[in-house]
């Protein structure tokens, strides 16, 4: 059963490393953007899954932070939410991987609950291309004997 969280209040998150961000609710609206961010879209297509990873879930936290603790400028001073901070926090492993697990996987976890619907034509796989090739079976050779 998939249960829904009616209230689109943000959430706290903890980053670990004395660091919390206050999220929106992660809805399709907020995907959406992401995925229409410059910076995905100008992904190219070799790019490895690490590198369109990285570079989504910045566009995700750009959307998504609204507030943020534990965040300071070379002196320890507090700095505001901004985009250019938002990457740098996120350049730092630890807290990508507890934003990715804590807020962006849950979204991808939905995504496997749906139904086994077949994926759309406009989905990821449209510019896939047939590579299999059917076997053929080897030429017979005449027997002497």
């Known amino acids: 059963m998939l249960k829904l969280d009616l209230s689109n209040e ?15 609710p ?3 609206a907020l995907m959406v953007a992401a995925r ?6 100008g992904l190219s297509e070799d790019a490895t899954d690490e590198e369109s990873a990285l570079v989504f879930a910045k566009a995700l ?9 534990g965040i300071g ?9 901004c985009p250019e901070a938002i ?5 730092l ?8 697990t804590g807020y962006v996987a849950r979204g991808l976890l939905l995504e496997q609950e749906k139904n086994a619907s077949s994926p759309l034509p406009a989905g990821s796989s449209v510019r896939a291309t047939d590579t299999a090739k ?4 080897p030429a017979r050779t005449a027997r002497k004997g």
């Open 10 to 24: 943000p959430a706290w998150l903890d980053l670990g490393h004395g660091v919390r961000v206050n999220l929106r």
């Open 26 to 28: 992660l809805t399709t």
């Open 36 to 41: 229409n961010d410059p910076a995905v879209q």
């Open 61 to 69: 936290a750009r959307v998504a932070i609204l507030d943020w603790e």
């Open 73 to 81: 400028d070379a002196d320890g001073n507090p700095i505001p939410v």
């Open 87 to 91: 990457g740098a926090l996120l350049d």
């Open 93 to 100: 492993w630890p807290l990508f991987e507890a934003f990715q």
């Open 134 to 137: 059917p076997v053929r079976k």
